[in-house]
């Protein structure tokens, strides 16, 4: 008998994607039109690496045009390929039509190891790229519009928009690239936003009376325990506001080069330093080094975080992962033979699809105030300001009861750029994680947290198709 092979990164998608079709009515062509990449531009270019040239493989593909422009990060790593850019771009898509962000999905991918290159070859590497998409029409503020993933961040996004700036410009142009430095027409909170989000979603379901009775655990944040695969942008910062914010613990943290693990809880500020000082989380005072690092998925814990890659649980661990939650901060973490071991354990997966979607959330706000030409707040802070002080002064007349000039502070204050990220981040988790539950609810066929995410997104995708008459 042939041996069973555990699906791809894509592959799993595409099951995902099928076994929530299944339960939908839409017409089959329709579906057939959502499941597919659209385009894809896979690049070859030459750069001078010292005094050699090095031939670069890179990638961009576009997912879905129903939206436009199309929307989704550019990775660096020695293992993109051209099943992983079309994986990451398809959820792209499914990810923002579930929190409502107006943008067909892509994602872009150039396959070198940031750690291989210095700063100015990475910069060459990188205005080079952009120039090669430039050329192919596939960045632009209307266009496609790339942002940070794994291996990127604000340096490389600074260097994208100023490449663009120079071969097209416009006014618009800063709009052709989101997460840029704040100081370079990016928005405050871009670089937590993921990360935050995971926190959102994570603090949602663990409000979740109903699904936390199904797992026999015991409702809110405060005092659960983490094991986080992945210290970058993303893992940094759920960790961190996971602990600061909602109490949690993290007990265990994997990176590159190994796991570290003390029941006692880890502050990843100090683990951040440490690794600086000696180029390792591993030897951290207090905690103890795992024999691998793969074993920060095994450890016993409430929530278990992958922050890293995809297809990190797999058929052969699944059985062995403790945790009763899994919080899908990375793209496609677990495979989809991997899922369905979960599942009949019964645990609780919360699909990367909608857990990190404070990125390409924020990614929005980013790209709408570049259109805008304006930062939030500008127009109103003031204006509520001294509305809130009206208020607090009557009622202190009113009341004979003078209030400290601290207090009224506090409660006259207008709200900065950054306080009204945060809301419109935290509203859109928690309304995307309502209609979720709200499909789950109503449906008694849909009983885990991917296929209602995929069923809302379907939902929306053909919508949009049905009301440009594309299938009537
Ligand atoms: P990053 O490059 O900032 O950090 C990833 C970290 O994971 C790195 O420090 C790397 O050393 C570590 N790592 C790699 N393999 C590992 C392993 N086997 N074990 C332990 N650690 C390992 O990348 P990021 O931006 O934080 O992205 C992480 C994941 O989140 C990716 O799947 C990405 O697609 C997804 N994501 C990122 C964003 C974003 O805004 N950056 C948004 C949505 C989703």
């Known amino acids: 008998m042939a041996k069973h092979k555990e699906p791809n ?18 017409p089959k062509g329709l579906l057939a039109q959502i499941r597919e990449v ?17 031939v670069i493989e890179a990638y961009r593909a576009q997912h879905s045009h129903h939206r436009s422009p199309t929307k989704g990060g ?3 790593s020695q293992k993109v390929n051209q099943q992983e850019v079309m994986a990451l ?63 990127t961040g604000a340096r490389e996004m600074a260097w994208i928009f100023d490449t663009y700036s120079v071969f097209v410009g416009g006014i618009d142009a800063a709009a052709c690239v989101t997460g840029k430095p704040v100081q370079q027409n990016g ?49 940094y910062h759920a960790g961190t506001i996971c ?20 029941e006692s809880g880890i502050d990843l500020d100090k683990l951040v330093k440490h690794r600086k000082r000696s180029g390792s989380i591993l030897n951290f005072p207090g905690a103890e080094n795992l024999e691998q690092r793969k074993m920060t998925l ?9 922050a890293a890659l995809e297809n990190q649980i797999r058929k052969d661990n699944a059985k062995k992962i403790k945790a009763k939650i899994i919080a899908e901060a990375a793209n496609g973490p677990t495979t989809a033979d ?58 202190e007349r009113k009341t004979s009861k003078p209030i400290s000039a601290h207090e009224k502070m506090m409660v006259a204050r207008g709200a900065e750029e950054i306080d009204l990220v945060r809301s419109g981040l935290e509203e859109t988790m928690v309304t995307a994680y309502n209609q979720i539950r709200g499909i789950m609810k109503r449906r008694k066929k849909v009983t885990d947290l991917r296929t209602a995410a995929f069923i809302s997104a379907l939902n929306k995708i053909s919508s949009d198709y049905i009301s440009m008459g594309v299938f009537p």
């Open 38 to 54: 659209n385009s894809v531009y896979q690049m070859r270019f030459p750069v001078k690496i010292g005094k050699e040239y090095k």
């Open 298 to 306: 095994e450890v016993d814990c409430d929530v278990l975080i992958p």
């Open 89 to 151: 771009a398809s959820l792209m898509t499914y990810k923002c039509a579930l929190v409502d962000v107006p943008f067909g999905g892509a994602k872009g991918g150039v396959k070198i190891s940031p750690r291989d290159y210095t700063a100015a070859q990475l910069e060459s590497i990188t205005r080079r790229y952009t120039t090669e998409l430039i050329k192919k029409n596939f960045i632009g503020p209307g266009v496609d519009v790339p942002a940070p993933d794994y291996g």
């Open 338 to 395: 991997a899922e369905e071991i979960l599942l009949k354990k019964n645990k609780i997966i919360i699909p990367d699809m909608y857990l990190n979607a404070g990125g390409v959330t924020v990614s929005y706000f980013e790209w709408l105030k570049n259109l805008s030409h304006m930062r939030f707040g500008r127009m109103d802070k003031r204006f509520d300001e001294n509305t809130y002080l009206n208020i607090v002064n009557l009622i």
């Open 243 to 262: 602990t600061k914010e909602g109490g949690m613990k993290v007990i265990s943290v994997a990176e590159y080069e190994g796991a570290i693990y003390t």
């Open 9 to 26: 990164f894509y592959e799993s998608v595409q099951r995902n994607f099928d076994r929530a079709a299944a339960l939908t009515s839409l």
């Open 187 to 235: 928005i405050r909170g871009r670089g937590e936003a993921t990360g935050r989000g995971v926190y959102y979603g994570i603090r949602e379901v663990l409000a979740d009376r109903e699904l936390m009775d199904s797992i026999n655990m015991t409702t809110g944040t405060e005092g659960k325990t983490i094991a986080l695969q992945g210290l970058g942008n993303v893992g």
């Open 74 to 76: 550019i990775r660096y």
